[in-house]
């Protein structure tokens, strides 16, 4: 079993950055690969980034490349999700997730599915 528990959300203005964190509990040594997923109202849970256990290998929805970035240590077992340049279209519920298959293939599965997820941290871009 993995917790995931996400911080960092809160209300920011267009063109503003935020960084989000998920720290990983449990059965972390197992090499997860971790993403980020969001649900704005109305929508359907879309992926946004995954990195996989060693960090070499990341993915990115084309809506947020250029301006989000994936990270993650491993010492600290935090995947981290940082937002540039952001958009009202950006506002939604973040979701960490953890399961173990690669970086490409979290993004790639429709609909969306993961092994374990995180509570959620609300994102909200002001115009």
């Known amino acids: 079993q993995v917790q995931l528990v996400e911080s960092g959300g809160g209300l920011v203005q267009a063109g503003g950055s935020l960084r989000l964190s998920c720290a990983a509990s449990?059965?972390?040594?197992?090499?997860?690969?971790m993403g980020w997923f969001r649900q704005a109202p109305g929508k359907e849970r879309e992926f946004v980034a995954a990195?996989?256990?060693?960090?070499?290998?990341?993915n990115l929805a084309s809506s947020v490349k250029g301006r989000f970035t994936i990270s993650r240590d491993n010492a600290k077992n935090t995947v981290y999700l940082e937002m540039d340049s952001l958009k009202p279209e950006d506002t939604a519920v973040y979701y960490c997730?953890?399961?173990?298959?690669?970086?490409?293939?979290?993004?790639?599965?429709?609909?969306?599915?993961?092994?374990?997820w995180g509570q959620g941290t609300q994102v909200t871009v002001s115009s």
């Open positions: 997730a953890a399961d173990q298959s690669t970086a490409q293939a979290m993004g790639a599965r429709r609909p969306v599915k993961c092994d374990y």
């Open positions: 449990g059965r972390t040594s197992s090499g997860y690969t």
């Open positions: 990195i996989n256990w060693s960090g070499r290998s990341t």
